[in-house]
């Protein structure tokens, strides 16, 4: 019996993505297979336009659960968000949740490509059963995250992960996108890294749910405690939203320290959200946004589609680079 699945799993995976037919990638994806999830996924973060078609069948069979968590985190260089997110994807599955976690890693400007090390930066959380980690490349595109995250979510979700982790690039000015397709938004910072209220930008600090002061242990425990003060002091001057008051935790994702507290805030805060139809709001939202950005995807895709158009922006472009044009005039004569 073992042997024949060991068979079966290897033909899936020597088979390519483009000769699967869309009934074996849906009975796959809803099985929770994660070759298929990751052939998936694929498929979404293609440029072929056949790949695209495939990927959007496959997504026809989503449907809304509101019993499924897609929570955001962003932070600081150096915050510690590969092993802030392996601990709690750990403490998720051990209370019994299926964890999927959509890592985006830089793109090069030069090359293209990517490290995508993610799985190398969480282990122990790569080797559990019940966890998939997705590093994707970002591929140029901005807000941090990838431009087929938002499909990846919908396929993750199909694929029975219940708590979708999303961790963006970094954090920066355009570092928000994530906010349009998440329900919680977590913001992580670092206690001494400079003035902790104005090191950050202050859009961030708005859109986040819950702002977590990672390494509070040891000799930093103290400097943590009081730039998590802080940090609650400012969060009085920002608008707030009615149904939910943001936070400030300390927390070390290498001790475990505050994971728990975590944990009950991120319940307490979907609790709320659920009860004041909040929830169901933030999807109809991401909804949209999601096809906003397909939108400007598919018509930029569609512009350097046609032949005549790649070869114009080109010689535009050269235009540019002799200073015969600028950037301004030779924009109006590409579109």
Known sequence: MQSGKRNSIRQFLDKKADRFSLEELLSGIQQGNRRALSKAITLTESTRKADRELANAILKSHQENSTTRRIGITGIPGVGKSTFIERLGIDLINRGHKVAVLAVDPSSPEVGGSILGDKM??????????????????????????????????????AGFDIILVETVGVGQSEVTVHGMVDVFLLLMLAGAGDEVQGIKRGIIEMADLILINKADGNNLKNAQMAAGKYQSALHLFPQEGFWTPSVLTCSALSGRGFDELLDMINKYFDRAISTSKLNEKRTLQQVHWYRQLVKNEVINAFFFKEENKVRYTELEGLVAQRKLTPLEACFKAV
């Open 121 to 158: 930066r969480m282990p122990k959380l790569a080797a559990n059963r019940e966890a998939f980690i997705r590093p994707s490349p970002s591929s140029g595109a901005l807000g941090g995250v990838g431009n087929a995250t938002r499909e990846s979510i919908a396929l993750c979700e199909m």
